[in-house]
């Protein structure tokens, strides 16, 4: 079920990401160091097979095509999910969000941008704010969130 490589061209992006992925950024921002870009990054077709992933290309050629962020953003609408990397390991969820891509109006494909719960705690950590554990708490639903702006009901 591999897709044709041509059908969106990922060359430059690879070359892109592969770089900034490998550099090492050696900033400080306030209090934090910040030595690599936490992000993961992959590219669908629009059968939602991978033609582009900055994880060493580890899922290139799988069939993304029932991931929520994915199945949604093909159908035109907000695609999201959060996923473990480790099954029984409840910090290391990642959380992901697609855009789509488009040629001639047609969706023809997925962006993916993965971000890990982790990289983000230290951000809360900085500022105060108490990060969400699995015991404590749950992030809100994007879904859930925007059903309840659109229905006017609020979680109070």
Known sequence: MRA??????????????????????????????????????????????VL?????GRDEGQDYSRWHDVYWTLRGSYGARA???VPDDPYSSVHYVAAPIRS?????????????????A???RLCGARSPTPARSRWPSPRSSVSRW???SRAR
């Open 4 to 49: 044709s490589p041509q059908a969106i061209p990922v060359a430059d992006l690879r070359a892109a990401l592969d770089a900034a992925l490998r550099r090492d950024l050696g900033a400080s921002i306030q209090e934090l160091q910040k030595r690599t870009v936490d992000l993961r990054v992959y590219v669908t077709d629009a059968r939602g097979i």
């Open 52 to 56: 582009y992933d900055s994880d060493s």
């Open 83 to 85: 996923s473990r990397d």
């Open 104 to 120: 001639g109006g047609r969706i023809v494909g997925a962006l993916s941008v993965g971000k890990p719960v982790r990289s983000c």
């Open 122 to 124: 230290a951000w809360s």
């Open 150 to 152: 659109r229905t006017g």
